[in-house]
């Protein structure tokens, strides 16, 4: 199975600021069998990225993800305060494996 | 926009049985593969199988074998996990998503189980 680790555990960031997830495999995914999901308390998960670097429909441009492999990114450009939530990386190369999340906060 | 619908929460006993509906609307059903996953309190996401309803076979993840069934009703539009022998451990929410790979067709609201003698 395909572990995946996510860093940090949390990201303590001010409106307008980068945000820059890390999520890291065990062994390579594929070149680009990754996804990303945000994830409100009390919501299901929302698609944010898939394809390792394609953003879902109807997502905002700040939104970005990037790497292949076994390294792979998640940047937000300038945080609004709706981006405030856990970010989950989800890898389907082999199987199904989600990360532990990050959590982005104030 | 495809719209899925959970069934609501339930309470189980250590042992039993639970199934969970999710109906879906607003998409071609037979078209698209249903994901189930799961979140234990405070907890990460784990996938725990899907079907495509337009071949009806599922698959599931290894840690579920033998304890998990899924399946799904063309003619209602609803997909459906069973899961048996039932310990506190599969305390979770219990979602439904649209998608085989990643999950970005929809998701259901969830579905908390609870299980507690």
Known sequence: EIVLTQSPGTLSLSPGERATLSCRASQSVGSTSLAWYQQKPGQ???????????????????????????DFTLTISRLEPEDYAVYYCQQYGSSLTFGPGTKVDI | QVQLVQSGAEV???????????????????????????????????????????????????????????????????????????RSEDTAVYYCAGGADYFGIGWGQGTLVTVSS
């Open chain 2, 12 to 86: 189980k006993k250590p042992g039993s049985s639970v199934k969970v509906s999710c109906k879906t609307s607003g998409g071609t059903f037979v078209n698209y593969a249903i994901s189930w996953l799961r979140q234990a309190p405070g907890q990460g996401l784990e996938w725990m199988g899907r079907i495509i309803p337009l071949l009806g076979i599922p698959i599931h993840a290894q840690k579920f074998q033998g304890r998990l069934t899924i399946t799904a009703d063309k003619s209602t539009n609803t997909a459906y996990m069973e899961l048996s022998s039932l």
């Open chain 1, 44 to 70: 299901a998960p929302r698609l944010l990225i898939y394809g390792a670097s394609s953003r879902a429909t109807g997502i905002p441009d700040r939104f970005s993800g990037s790497g292949s492999g076994t």
